[in-house]
């Protein structure tokens, strides 16, 4: 038996589901901090797509320097996107909140995916770099560049927010904010700007995640509510409040999807991984990495 | 707390509520005598088609609290049965509609059981992931097109869709009326308000939950019914579109989710308003109406229903 499409296929879920896992890190940071369902996230991420792809298209810049733009360009817009919307439900009842959030989710998805319509078109956009399609082959398995890259740029991504959240005082609040939000102001934590730094850093990642979309994957301004869905079943399987979970459980749908290909056919991929959610949200609802709360 | 208006006022308050609702439904049922313009008998039917379905949404919602972002899969199931009944197997139609909504409560059961176990915003998106899996599946399975037979065609009428619609419309409306006056709705509402509670006081969560949701999806599907009657053709994923869930979420909560009016107002205002707006500024008209929603849900957290009330309250008080 041959091996080597089937190997072939894993190292392609390993990459997607990279893709997945930074997709989903912001939202579990904005989930886990502000307690609100931003399910615009998606959203941001195709903006940030399309910034690399304007910049690439008409600079030449490389999209892995381009992320260099998006991800501040992106912080931006969360600053902007909290103080003018999210800040205003921050004041409610928990329940209130995530369902103000939820709304204020869906009103933002339909203003951005129409604005990207009229400035990008409906075309599906890609980045086509002069080393796409390159890679290298070891043991007959394709690795290429773009990938590979977009798999250690979402790592190191990663790898930078968990030193932030650990290491410097602003981190340390977020994290305080997201456990205890009452406790945390008592100990003269500001946690208003907790939140807006929390908000704007997950702005800022799905930046990140949007310019390895554009990278391999289409752009397009009705992508929003399909990477939107992704995230939160790689949020939910995770469990709340674990980065490297939420990127762990990234990689595990990826996966999951492709081993899927080889009994259920291409075309039912997506399914897989929601009937995979919809099991693993009934039998352990805390998320794999996640800890019981109650 | 809202304290009680005296008793004349109350009294024509309890009266006023349905007296309009009747004096609207009998104007919708003379319209197509006075028009033969089809833009406004379709832009009636969409009002009565989004009152049922946010109505059919609010049940399950506003009563018993559990945000279901599912409910395009409700729709779809009974717009697909419903049409290949029709369509495939020369089922009458009024049978067809009626097994529709039957297979959307018996889908609704399948999965409600054990997605009730989620709670909260758990709830909410379980139900988007099952509905999503469940649109792709029928993507995959009915990639073609589906349209009406050459003899439907030819025969092909505006007004039974309207007053379809308009029936289905006056139903759930009245279901909804009726549900708050009933025992059952007692526990429903305890379940909103306080899930423990409710099982400590003696209240089966479950069954009331499922009591709601058998509602709800019985007239999502009937809805969907509607949808498969009205088109001549469509791809038969359509209907399982989120964009049906999203719809019915924003009509709701535009109007006032958990009340009666709430709904009928919201999906009044989301139909015309976005109509107008196609009109008016055509290309951006999506992302102003995003924005118009967005407003509505900073500045009136009750909806257009709480506004008119508050509204009202601040006038009496003035006089």
Redesign the interface.
């Known amino acids: 038996m041959n091996l080597e499409p089937i190997f072939q296929n894993l190292v392609y879920g390993l990459f997607v589901g990279g893709l997945y896992g930074m997709a989903a890190v912001g939202l579990s940071l904005v989930f886990g901090v502000l307690k609100v369902?931003n399910v615009s996230h998606g959203e941001l991420l195709m903006l940030g797509g399309y910034v690399s792809f304007t910049l690439f298209d008409a600079y030449g810049v490389d999209p892995f320097l381009s992320i260099a733009i998006a991800a501040p360009l992106l912080f931006l817009v969360g600053l902007g996107l909290h103080g003018g919307?999210f800040r205003?439900?921050m004041r409610l009842h928990e329940?209130?909140k995530?369902?103000?959030s939820?709304?204020?989710g869906?009103?933002?998805?339909?203003?951005l995916?129409?604005?990207a319509l009229?400035v990008w078109t409906a075309d599906e956009r890609a980045i086509t770099t002069g080393y796409s399609g390159e890679g290298v082959t070891l043991a007959g398995i394709v690795f290429p560049y773009t990938r590979m890259s977009g798999l250690v740029v979402a790592f190191m991504a990663v790898m930078l927010l968990h030193l932030f959240l650990t290491r410097t005082y602003a981190g340390r609040a977020i994290r305080a904010t997201s456990e205890d939000w009452e406790a945390a102001s008592l100990m003269g934590i500001n946690v208003q700007r907790t939140y807006v730094v929390a908000f704007a850093i997950g702005t800022a990642l799905a930046g990140v995640a949007g310019t390895l979309v554009s990278l391999g994957y289409t752009i397009a301004p009705s992508i929003g509510?399909a990477w939107t869905?992704k995230a939160?079943?790689v949020v939910?399987l995770a469990g709340l409040g674990s980065i490297f979970g939420a990127f762990a459980a990234g990689i595990l749908l990826g996966e999951a999807e492709a081993t899927s290909i080889y009994v259920f056919g291409a075309?039912?991929r997506?399914?897989v991984g929601?009937?995979l959610?919809?099991i693993v949200?009934?039998l352990r609802?805390q998320g794999l990495f996640g800890r019981r709360v109650r | 707390m809202r304290t009680a208006p005296p008793w004349p006022a109350r009294a024509a308050e309890r009266f006023t509520g349905p007296a309009v609702l009747l004096i609207l439904i009998a104007g919708a049922l003379v319209v197509p005598q006075l028009t033969d313009r089809r833009d406004t008998i379709t832009l009636l039917f969409l009002v009565f088609l989004y009152i049922a379905l946010a109505q059919s949404w609010n049940l399950l919602a506003g009563y018993a609290g559990q945000i279901n972002l599912g409910h395009a899969a409700f729709f779809g199931v009974g717009a697909l049965v419903t049409r290949d009944l029709w369509t495939k197997e020369d089922v009458p139609f009024a049978a067809a509609f009626l097994a529709g909504g039957g297979a959307a409560v018996l889908f609704a059961l399948a999965v409600g059981i054990p997605t009730f176990r989620l709670r909260g915003i758990y709830f909410a998106i379980g139900t988007l992931a099952m509905a999503e899996a469940l649109r792709i599946t029928v993507s995959n399975l009915r990639p073609q097109v589906t349209a009406l037979p050459a003899q439907a065609l030819a025969t092909y009428d505006l007004e039974p869709r309207y007053y379809l619609a308009l029936g289905l419309a006056v139903c759930t409306v009245l279901v909804a009326f009726i549900l708050p006056r009933t025992r059952l709705s007692l526990g429903i509402l305890a379940v909103r308000e306080d899930e423990e509670a409710a099982e400590a006081s003696g209240v089966n969560a479950l069954a009331h939950k499922l009591a709601a949701l058998v509602l709800s999806s019985f007239f999502a599907g009937l809805a969907g019914g509607t949808f498969a009657f009205y088109h001549v053709s469509y791809y038969p994923d359509r209907p399982f579109f989120p964009i049906w869930t999203f719809d019915a979420v924003l009509a709701t909560f535009i109007g006032g989710v958990g009340t009666l009016a709430g709904p009928i107002v919201g999906a009044t205002f989301f139909i015309v308003v976005r109509d107008r707006l196609a009109v008016e500024v055509q290309e951006v008209h999506q992302a102003i109406f995003g924005l118009l929603f967005i407003l509505v849900v900073l500045m009136l957290p009750g909806g257009l229903v709480e506004a008119w009330s508050r509204a009202r309250r601040l006038l009496r008080r003035t006089r």
């Open positions: 369902l919307l205003w439900v329940e209130a995530i369902k103000n939820l709304l204020i869906f009103g933002l998805a339909l203003v995916e129409n604005l009229r509510l869905l939160l079943v939910v075309s039912y997506e399914v929601l009937v959610f919809i949200l009934l609802p």
